[in-house]
């Protein structure tokens, strides 16, 4: 499996509501209602996306698996300014369920906070508390657990935990000796 890392275009929107579709019906079963999980559109997510792409002082990187000429990207981050001055917040970092535990979660942060860290001092990442392997993934790499927010989604209620990394930098350097 050959896969690159690079900047999105404006092209790339449907390709990234794809793989925002299928990973929340697999990260989110028995989350979220199956209804909503079952109306979720993957044309109406991508028109979001254009605009997000373009948004200044945001980065989108997509994950393209060159052995899959149709449909190759199977990952996606997207980060910009955080809450707090000085701070990036990597608002969706996902991969397909195909792709998953080969590193690629693990390179796409690599790449973005290298993006990130000549601009931003530290890193934010917020995740559902009742992702237990995503948590355990920002975990795994060195983030401190922080505050939890509620969300509704669906109609249901739910707890987002907070990941913070308070040396950016730090991070980014990091990640570099690990990640091609």
Known sequence: MTVAIRPAEGDDAAA??????????????????????????DIRIAAGWTASIERPGHVTLVAEDGSLPREPVV?????GPGEAA?????????VLATHQRRGLGRRLLAAM??????????LVIRVLVENGPARAFYERLGGSAGDIRRLHVGGRPVDEIAYHWPDLPRLSATLAGAAP
């Open 16 to 41: 990234i509501a794809r793989v925002q579709v299928a990973t929340w019906r697999t990260a989110y079963a028995g989350i979220f209602p199956d209804a909503y999980l079952d109306h979720l559109n």
């Open 75 to 79: 990952g996606f981050a997207h980060a």
């Open 86 to 94: 000085g701070e990036a917040e990597i608002f969706t970092l996902y």
């Open 113 to 122: 906070a290298r993006r990130l860290a000549p601009v931003h001092a530290r």
